[in-house]
């Protein structure tokens, strides 16, 4: 199976040594909703084929083939597919320690910091009708074959194509502060998401996200869905589909443990819920990688 985003804030793209992940998606495929989520790395996305819906900091963006998409980092974004729509991308997701984001010299402080400080930012969507279009393009075609390849010195390499591209993409506009307000309002739903990330297995109320995010849970629902493009219940359930599906993939406990294990209080509540998002029911899901595995 190909590789999928995982969607904890927590997780570690590539390793620490070399902190970058690459990720080759397929939607439906490997996803038909990818729930909003945010991580400190920045992410860089290249459409290889198809179109996609992108939900960014509660705006929606429609990408479409051969469009570049770059996420600075704390961005809240997901992915809702269309209906019979299809779409293949490359994404990079590096941390700017990388390239020494951390060390305060001239590039870190002039250029690194304030895109770690300040956490309301747009994403940066450049077309091919741009005129900077091709220079990005030519250098996203560089780094993916740098680390496709892998050859001697790929590292001094890719470090060296990163580099170039965001020499290339910086403006004094991103770098530029944003409405504290708006970015209070992130931090607070960001607050909730990772309250549901790290406690999916629990009980959850909106009550209590409410509470966490000091809001109204009136409030706290009517922002929450603008930010991520679901209710707070459909997130949770979301959260913990994707979850109990990496179990079903991975390990051989019982479905029955699996569901109980993700936060779901009854196996039926779990298999009609799995049906409508996965078109299958999980003991139909594992049969299916079990086959799979044996044509292998």
């Known amino acids: 199976m190909e590789k999928r985003y995982d969607l904890k804030e927590k997780t570690l ?3 620490l040594s070399m902190p970058l992940g690459y990720y080759l998606c397929h939607v ?3 996803f038909a909703v990818l729930p909003v989520h945010w991580h400190e790395e920045i992410e860089i996305t290249r459409i290889r084929e ?12 429609f990408l479409k083939e051969q469009d570049l998409l770059i996420l600075l980092p704390f961005t809240l974004h997901g992915i809702e597919q269309r209906e019979g729509k299809t779409m293949c991308s490359d994404s990079f997701v590096f941390n700017l320690n990388m390239l020494g984001g951390t060390y305060p010299d001239s590039c870190a402080v002039t250029y690194f910091y304030p895109l770690l400080e300040e956490r309301g930012k747009a994403p940066v969507i450049v077309r091919k009708e741009e005129s900077r279009y091709e220079t990005l393009n030519k250098l996203f075609e560089q ?16 470090k060296a194509c990163l580099f170039d591209f965001m020499g290339e993409l910086l403006t004094p506009e991103m770098l530029s502060k944003e409405k504290k307000q708006n970015m209070q309002v992130l931090e607070k739903i960001k607050q909730g998401i990772g309250y549901i990330q790290e406690n999916y297995r629990e009980d959850i109320s909106v009550k209590e996200l409410a509470g966490i995010c000091q809001f109204s ?13 679901m209710t707070c219940i459909d997130y949770i359930n979301t959260y913990r589909l994707s979850s109990a599906l990496e179990e079903l993939e991975n390990t051989d406990h019982s479905i029955t443990e699996i569901a109980i294990c993700n936060g779901f209080n009854t196996i039926s509540y779990f298999n009609r819920l799995f049906r409508q998002k996965y078109g299958m029911t999980p003991r139909e899901y594992r049969n299916n990688l079990d086959i799979q595995e044996k044509v292998l």
């Not at 198809?50 to 963006?61: D, H, L, N």
């Not at 993916?144 to 390849?149: G, P």
């Not at 849970?217 to 493009?229: P, Q």
């Open 143 to 158: 780094i993916l074959s740098c680390y496709t390849k892998k050859g001697f010195g790929y590292e001094l390499k890719l």
């Open 50 to 61: 198809g179109a996609v819906t992108y939900y960014i900091q509660s705006e929606q963006y």
């Open 217 to 229: 849970e009136y409030h706290f629902m009517r922002l929450f869905r603008k930010y991520t493009n």
């Open 28 to 30: 439906p495929q490997d």
């Open 13 to 15: 793209h590539g390793t």
